[in-house]
């Protein structure tokens, strides 16, 4: 019996699995072919981008993989692999087909070691006329595309980082429901899902962040029907990884302490500190980030020097001069407010000549920009004589209800009538000199609306977010675009208690120093230009800096300063072997404060495929002529056969 004892306490212990050392951060990991195809026949139209920078691709998707990342608490990494191809694709309609790209890259992957079903999901990024070089700006949303399981496509002219985040969102929605989790939030149905969120990427962050952390680790890779669970050295239990380069970020490259996991004692962890945002962080080394008086811990904006209440009849300085994107000090402005029992108002103030409109956007029923009627834009042009351009209300009331139905614009003609108008406000609008400079102040009054919803009261917090629409069309955010503040409306002032700033030193990290990403940068019909970009995370400058690549040898670089990012380009030959995998491995050398320091990286597979048309086509008639010698055969064998027992019954006759 005690040996019977003993062999069932073996088996058991055989099939228990490992306990995960507390030491250690846990993430899911989906394995991810994204697919850039440069030579495109669209509706008849051919838009080819041989001999085009194509670095802005990588750069959006990198953006985008880190939105998953940080917005996901660190337990999504969506792990690439790249394959850049010439092979002509043609086909019509909005919709490139996976079948399409499939029966294309196909071939292509296998002359490079791979095939399409080893991926968690494919993603098809497919030449477009409207293709531009330059990098997006951070929140640009543009363009369309569509997803189905494990497949998402859409054309290299929309703003690639937003295609990305949000059709692969619904590649991702559709595997943890085939991981039983079918709660999961649905990303074309943010009126179905309550909370105090904006539009688009705001949507898609909150999404991330709500899911349980747990369960991400139950998300099941299609490619191998269970989950892909990886292990990350996480030494102070902070739940961000110390140091991994395969990873969109780590505490290296964050400049945090992996020791601690408050580095700067604010009372917001390194964790919160790099997800204080859904683009941007906090600075881990920094007690008070936006310079407010307020600690990181107890700001419940740590990125805005904002005020969070408003007070009754009387002008409450908002925030002033704050561009959070892009980074434009010298855009001065300031926003003030109060309310009474029937208007909330506002005052902006704006320079003269710099801005063209002013995009106010209200969430007016504190439940979030999706839910309810109470959600206005405002439209203001600051230096005509009646700045009102447009007010409208997003209804969202039916779409609550009912997901098949949209949310609908008030002056939409579907929406049925209108809930508000221009006329419903107080609108003045005057110059005034303001320390030398001229600016034009626009006041605004909005009312009390019984269609809408809005009522004014104490203790209610409104919503508010702001853009600038500037003279050359470009645009910038007061706070993450999309995403909201929540003021209080309140009788006195809150009680604040202001300290001093204080600011940690950064830590010595010079032994990993360097990150690298690796692009194509052109392609050629018979060669393609790579380009390493070398981050350097370190606070101090790297010099003697070499790379050592499979297919570049020795590539020097020199010295990189503190945050700089450089870039050292190289050459492949495509004219023998149209396809080619770039080698992983590559070594890097480099001194800081005298002492020699070597790094070995694990890139990216990145696959580049040169084909051209005739090949394509002589591929073709290859394997039909194998398919032809293959009937001849047969046919051979065949009438040898009927020969054969022909003669034997004649001479039996």
Avoid at 370 to 397: I, M
Avoid at 600 to 616: C, M, T
């Amino acid at each position: 019996m005690s040996r019977l004892v003993a062999v069932a306490i073996l088996v058991a212990l055989l099939l228990t699995p490992p306990a995960v050392s507390e030491n250690f951060h846990e993430y899911s990991q989906l394995d991810v072919l994204v697919v850039i195809l440069v030579d495109v026949t669209h509706d008849g139209r051919r838009t080819c981008l041989l001999g085009a920078n194509l670095t802005k691709i990588f750069v959006e998707l990198e953006k985008a993989r880190l939105f998953y990342w940080r917005n996901s608490h660190m337990r999504l990494h969506i792990n690439y692999t790249f394959l850049v191809t010439s092979v002509p694709v043609r086909f019509s309609g909005w919709w490139l087909p996976e079948d399409v790209v499939r029966h294309i890259v196909s071939r292509v992957l296998q002359k490079a070691g791979l095939s399409w079903d080893q991926f968690d999901g494919v993603v098809a990024l497919w030449a477009d006329k409207g293709y531009s070089e330059k990098e997006d700006p951070i929140g640009d949303v543009r363009g369309p595309g569509g997803a189905i399981y494990k497949y998402s496509s859409f054309p290299l002219s929309g703003a690639i980082a937003w295609l990305f985040v949000h059709e692969f969102h619904h590649q991702v929605d559709e595997d943890l429901r085939r991981s039983g989790y079918p709660e999961y939030p649905h990303a074309d149905y943010p009126a179905q899902l309550e909370g105090l969120f904006g539009e688009h990427f705001d949507f898609n962050a909150y999404m991330l962040r709500k899911w349980r952390e747990d369960l991400w680790l139950k998300l099941k890779a299609p490619s191998t029907g269970k989950p892909k669970v990886k292990l990350t050295l996480d030494s102070d239990r902070d739940g961000f990884p110390d140091y991994n380069p395969s990873l969109p970020f780590d505490e290296v490259r964050f400049k945090s302490y992996t020791n601690s996991s408050d580095s700067d004692g604010d009372g917001l962890s390194d964790r919160e500190e790099f997800m204080a945002g859904i683009y941007f962080a906090s600075d881990p080394l920094s007690t008070d980030t936006d310079g407010d008086g307020l600690p990181d811990g107890e700001d419940p904006y740590p990125l805005y020097p904002v005020s969070t209440y408003i007070l009754e009849n009387q002008y409450t300085k908002i925030i002033e001069d704050y561009i959070n994107y892009p980074n434009r000090q010298d855009l001065g402005y300031s926003v003030e407010a109060y309310w009474n029992n029937t208007y909330l108002t506002l005052r902006i103030a704006v320079k003269l000549n710099e801005v063209e409109k002013i995009l106010l956007y209200l969430d007016l029923d504190e439940n979030g920009w999706w839910h309810g009627k109470a959600n206005y834009e405002l439209v203001l042009s600051p230096r005509a004589d009646n700045p009102l351009v447009k007010a409208h209300v997003l209804d969202c009331s039916e779409a609550e209800k009912d997901a098949s139905k949209p949310c609908l614009w008030d002056d939409d003609p579907q929406h049925g009538g209108r809930l508000i108008s221009e006329e419903d406000f107080k609108v003045n609008a005057y110059s005034k000199l303001i320390e030398g400079k001229v600016f034009r102040v626009v006041e605004i009054s909005v009312p009390e609306s019984q269609s809408t919803g809005f009522y004014i009261r104490e203790g209610k917090t409104i919503g508010m977010r702001i853009e600038f629409v500037l003279k050359d069309g470009s645009w910038a955010t007061v706070f993450e675009r999309y995403s909201f503040v929540y003021l209080l409306l309140s009788k006195s002032p809150l009680s604040i208690e202001k300290r001093h700033k204080r600011k940690a030193p950064p830590p010595d990290n010079r032994d990993k120093a360097l990150y690298l990403m690796r692009v194509i940068e052109k392609l050629h019909e018979n060669s393609a230009e790579i380009a390493i970009l070398v981050e350097n995370a370190a606070s101090e400058r790297a010099e003697n800096v070499v790379l050592h690549v499979p297919e570049a040898g020795e590539l020097k670089i020199g010295k990189i300063e503190p945050g700089e990012v450089v870039k050292v380009r190289y050459k492949v030959n495509l004219s023998k072997s149209k396809t080619l995998a770039l080698g992983r491995s590559v070594k890097i050398e480099y001194c800081i404060g005298g002492e020699k320091y070597s790094l070995d990286y694990s890139l990216p597979i990145l696959v580049v495929s040169s084909e051209k048309p005739v090949d394509v086509g002589l591929a073709l008639m290859s394997q039909v002529g194998e398919v032809f010698l293959i009937i001849l055969a047969l046919l051979i064998l065949v009438y040898s056969a009927y020969y054969i027992i022909v003669r034997r019954r004649q001479k039996k006759n």
